[in-house]
């Protein structure tokens, strides 16, 4: 009977990111890692104006094929294609990029866009200038005077803003 290999935990706990991704790139292939990424990085190009009219299609060696809706707008993008793909390393350097092509075809609708996050309060809300009756039974209850002066400095403070 073969004896087992003793594993070795000598290096310690490893992050289970790596493991997991150690796993997705045994199952995916890397050109669909990598357009996963430049998806990702389109989506964060903050134009507008793309949005519905140009997308990214695959990834094969190093070039981005990003399919167009119509010809104006490959004319526009075949000007700014070096802008463009400059944008595109900065935001996925993992996508290891070095040109883009455009093809005239069919753009795939964009989904909804996430909602926006409410506005935050700007802070706790404005308190009175005079303490309730609450308060002042409690501020009253507080034995140490320091401790009172301080308590009741620090509302009159706030009772400010």
């Known amino acids: 009977m073969a004896r087992r290999p003793r594993r070795s935990f000598a290096r310690g706990p490893q992050p289970l ?5 150690k796993l997705v790139k045994t199952i995916v292939p890397d050109h669909m890692i990598r357009l996963v990424h430049v998806r990702a990085a389109w989506e964060r190009l903050n134009m507008p104006w793309l949005r519905g009219r140009a997308y990214p299609l695959a990834v094969m060696r190093d070039e981005v094929i990003v399919v167009v809706e119509d010809s104006q ?39 909804p866009r996430p909602a926006a996050l409410p506005a935050a309060a700007s802070g706790p809300p404005p308190m009175a200038s005079e303490p309730s009756q609450a308060t002042s039974r409690a501020l009253a209850d507080v034995v140490d005077p320091e401790l009172r002066q301080a308590i009741a400095g620090a509302r009159v403070l706030l009772g400010r803003a």
């Open 73 to 111: 707008y490959h004319h526009e993008l075949m000007y700014s294609r070096d802008d463009l793909l400059h944008k595109l390393q900065q935001l996925a350097p993992e996508a290891r990029l070095a040109s883009l092509r455009f093809r005239l075809g069919v753009v795939p609708r964009p989904g």
């Open 17 to 21: 990111a790596d493991a997991i991704w």
